[in-house]
């Protein structure tokens, strides 16, 4: 139990890649709060995780995003760690293609919403000199031949230098912020592309590994960031990606 006592709010914990890390840190002793737009979906995930706490929320809406850190603080009157991962993924298209709207919508959600969480956490993590961890992807490492989601790649590189530029700005807090970089994993935002045995095979190969990531494997990763096991961890950009990154 590596988190006794500690109060976490990850966005995006009513599936995927957030489910799993809310359900780690709260198998290790953390009281969860998690977030969404779908309540269904956030009563489902609640069902499921020891000790978690949902609260529905659009990451677009700077309201409701206040909303959370108010209700968080009301009922459990701190905050220790606050894991940043709601995301989208937009159509596959070039450049060229994308209208204004969409290259918004993108950037809205998984950049702008991630300074929306981090700016109202801030004063709340200054307190207990907690913990941040940004949710990035290896497509904001590098280019991918055929990946064409440049809002997406564009938002997830800044999401990897603002962890940086957090790290240093908080450090006289000491507030820790680190950034997983995760390659493909199995969730609905990765279903379309794994619709058959061919895609499937591809996106393997992908990996030098040989397979594709599961949630849990990035869960264990949030795990070690938010734990003592970290204490001197900030800055930090880890892969976990098969080694997708490195070819
Ligand atoms: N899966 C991968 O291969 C992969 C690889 C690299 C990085 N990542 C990153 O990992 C994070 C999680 O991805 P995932 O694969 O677990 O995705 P997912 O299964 O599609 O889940 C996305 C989560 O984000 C939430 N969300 C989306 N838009 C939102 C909004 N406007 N307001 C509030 N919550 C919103 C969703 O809530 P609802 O349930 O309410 O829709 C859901 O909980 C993302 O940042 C993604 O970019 C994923």
Not at 36 to 43: G, H, L, Q, R
Not at 54 to 82: A, H, M, P, R
Request: with cysteine; aromatic share 6%.
């Amino acid at each position: 139990m590596k988190l006794t006592g500690k109060i976490a709010l990850v966005t995006g914990g009513s599936r995927g890649i957030g489910f799993a890390i809310a359900k780690i840190l709260s198998e290790n002793g953390a009281l969860v709060v998690i977030t969404s737009k779908d309540s269904e979906k956030i009563k489902k995930a609640e069902a499921q995780i020891t000790n978690s706490f949902g609260i529905t929320c659009d990451i677009k809406k700077k309201s409701e995003v206040q909303n959370v850190l108010n209700k968080t603080i009301e009922k459990f009157g701190k905050l220790d760690i606050l894991v940043n991962n709601a995301g989208i993924f937009p159509k596959i298209k070039q450049l060229h293609e994308i209208d204004e709207e969409e290259w918004n919508e993108v950037l809205d959600v998984n950049l702008t919403g991630q300074f929306r969480f981090t700016k109202e956490a801030i004063p709340h993590l200054q307190k207990t000199s907690g913990c941040i961890i940004n949710i990035s992807s290896d497509a904001g490492l590098k280019a991918y031949q055929g990946f064409n989601a440049d809002a997406y790649s564009a938002s997830k590189a800044a999401l990897i230098v603002l962890t940086k530029c957090w790290a240093l700005e908080y450090a006289k807090d000491k507030i820790r912020v680190n950034c997983i970089c995760p390659g493909v994993v199995d969730t609905d935002m990765t279903k379309p592309f794994l619709k058959n045995q061919k895609d499937i095979e591809f996106m393997n190969n992908e990996h030098p590994l040989g397979r594709i990531g599961q949630p849990e494997e990035i869960g264990k990763a949030a795990l070690y960031f938010t734990s003592d096991d970290a204490s001197w961890v900030t800055g930090a950009i880890l892969t976990v990606d098969g080694g997708e990154s490195i070819k």
